[in-house]
């Protein structure tokens, strides 16, 4: 519907311009801007289908935003377009009122809010404030973990997974399971970024394989499924450090 909307703009402006060769000039413009627009789209597709894992593809995972890449450079074309043929830049172009009429509708669709906080540095304080708590808690595990050696399993229940993929990062160059950030035994749906895995499998896993368990996020089920697994399993909560020890077999709280 907005790139139908980006078209009509197109079409709005060839229609009010006074020359032939400023119609010419703007239709092969237009041309070669949808035309690219089109190659982006079907190049879009086809990662989808032979890039993306099966889960994402089908879900269609961040599409918004890779589709607001083409709207926007066809929007700010537009609006170049507006602001160039007009007069008196050129002789027959846009009228006055055309022009303001124009610029007008780019102001009512226009992002003033992501304008505003980008100049008052809002963004910047949200990303700062939204990251602080990963900060802390990254800065907790590294005081676990002072030769960077250690493996860290970072658990965040019933999320889409930007917990673990923010701690992994933060957490350089300690290693952190790369997957399966949340665990289950019930029969929901499983994908490469969750796993089904019976109470053995997963103290299996932590037990052999890793140092240090991030509980980030527990859930009511995950408590249920894998609670025995942890050494005051009535004590769990969010944000909590927990490390291996391997004799006991089981999960102990560090702070």
């Not at 703009?9 to 229609?15: K, V």
């Not at 007069?87 to 304008?115: D, I, Y």
């Not at 930007?162 to 949340?182: C, F, G, H, M, T």
């Amino acid at each position: 519907m907005v790139l139908v909307l980006l078209a009509a703009g197109f079409a709005l402006i060839y229609r009010l311009l006074k020359e032939a060769w400023l119609q010419k000039e703007l239709r092969n413009l237009a041309a070669v801007a949808f035309a690219a627009v089109a190659v982006y789209i079907v190049g879009m597709g086809v990662t989808y289908v032979f890039k993306f894992y099966e889960d994402e593809a089908v879900r269609l995972g961040s599409f918004t935003r890779y589709i607001n890449i083409p709207v926007e450079m066809l929007f700010f074309i537009l609006l170049a377009c507006c602001l160039t043929l007009r007069k008196p830049c050129c002789e027959n172009g846009l009228s006055r009122q055309a022009t303001a009429a124009a610029l007008a509708v780019f102001a009512l669709f226009a992002p003033w809010n992501s304008l505003l906080n980008s100049v008052t540095r809002l963004h910047a304080q949200a990303a700062w404030q939204y990251q602080e708590e990963y900060i802390q808690m990254a800065e907790r595990v590294q005081a676990l973990c002072p030769n960077g050696t250690e493996r860290v399993y970072v658990v965040a229940s019933d999320s889409g997974g930007i917990e673990q993929v923010i701690l992994r990062y933060r957490l350089r160059p300690i290693e952190v399971n790369e997957s399966a950030w949340d665990v289950f035994i019930d029969g929901r749906e499983e994908d490469r970024f969750t796993a089904r895995r019976t109470f053995e499998e997963f103290a299996e896993c932590i037990v052999q394989d890793y140092d240090y368990l991030v509980l980030y996020k527990t859930t009511s089920a995950f408590k249920k499924d894998y609670g025995a697994l942890f050494a005051n399993p009535e004590k769990m909560a969010n944000q909590q450090i927990y490390r291996v020890d391997r004799e006991a077999q089981k999960l102990v709280l560090v702070e």
